[in-house]
C-alpha cells in the first residue's frame, strides 16, 4: 500500500515537473500594417532571409515579408486559430510554399535558423528572451523589436514616430522600433598575426566584450597599446592602432570566424592582410 502511494507520488510529481509552463508573453494586439513594413524595411529584409515572428498573432509580418520581400520562414503563436488563420492566409496568399505557422510556446522554439527575428511582446517578455537570443541565433542575425527595448542590448539603429493607430493599443502615439544585430563571441585573448609594416614579432589581442560593446588592447612585446574605436557588428569588427611617433594610425577590420578573425590593415593607404587566433582558455 504505502509502496503503491510512493509510486503514485513520484509519477504525479514527474507529470507535474514535466507539463509545459507556458509564459504568456502578451495579448492579441497586431502590429499596424504600416509599422510590420517598416520593421521589415529596417532590417533590410529581401529574399535571402529567414524571418522568425515570436507570437505572431494573424501573421501579418512573416505573410508580408513572403510576400513583399520574397522571404521564407515561420511564425510561433499560442492561440489555435490565429494559427489557422494564418495558414489559411498563407494559402490564399499563394506563400504557403515559404512560409508556415505553428501552434508552439515561442520560449521553447528553436530560433537557430532565423536570419531576421521579429517581436512584439510584452517589455518584460523580451528581456527574459536575452539569453535564448544570444545563445540561439548566428551572428548577423538581425532583431526586429516593436515598442520595447532589449536592455543591455546596442540598438543598431531605431526608428521613432507617432501613429495615431496606436493610441487604441497602447494609449499614445509613440512607436519605436528598434533594429539589433547579434554580435559574434570575441572575448578573450586572440594570438595575433600582423605584417611587419605594423608589427615585428609576438603579438596578442586582449578583447573585453559585452554584448556589442568591444575595447581592447594590443600588446607588442612588453608594449601594450590600447586600440581605439573598436566596433562590432555581427561578425564584423574593426579598431585603429595609432601609428607610432605621429605616424597615421592603423585601421583594422576583420571577420569573426568562430576562433578565428581574418582581415586587412590599412597602413599609409597600403592594405595587408592579418589574422588572429583565440587562444585557449587557462
Ligand atoms: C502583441 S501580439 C503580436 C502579434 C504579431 N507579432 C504582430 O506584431 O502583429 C503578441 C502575440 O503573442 C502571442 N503569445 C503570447 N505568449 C506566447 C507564447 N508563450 N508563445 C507563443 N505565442 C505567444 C499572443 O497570443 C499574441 O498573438
Known sequence: MIRTLFLAFVLSFTAVANAQVQVNAGPYVPSPNSVVSDMLSLAAVGPA??????????????LTAAKVYGARGFGVEIKDELVKLSNEAAQKQGVAERVKFIKQDLFKTDISQASVLTMY???DTVNMLSDKLQKELKPGTRIISHDYPLS???????????LADKV?????????IYLYVVPAQVAGRWSA????SVAKGAATLEIKQQLQKVSGNLTLGVREVPLQEMKLVGDRISFSMPGERGARPHAFTGQVKGGAIEGLVESAGVKTPWSAKLAPKS
Open 193 to 196: 598575426t600582423l605584417p611587419a
Open 152 to 162: 543591455g542590448w546596442l540598438p543598431e539603429k531605431y526608428e521613432q514616430f507617432d
Open 121 to 123: 511582446l510584452l517589455p
Open 168 to 176: 487604441q493599443i497602447s494609449g499614445v502615439t509613440t512607436t519605436i
Open 49 to 62: 532571409d529567414f524571418v522568425i515572428d515570436l507570437g505572431s498573432g494573424d501573421g501579418r509580418i512573416v
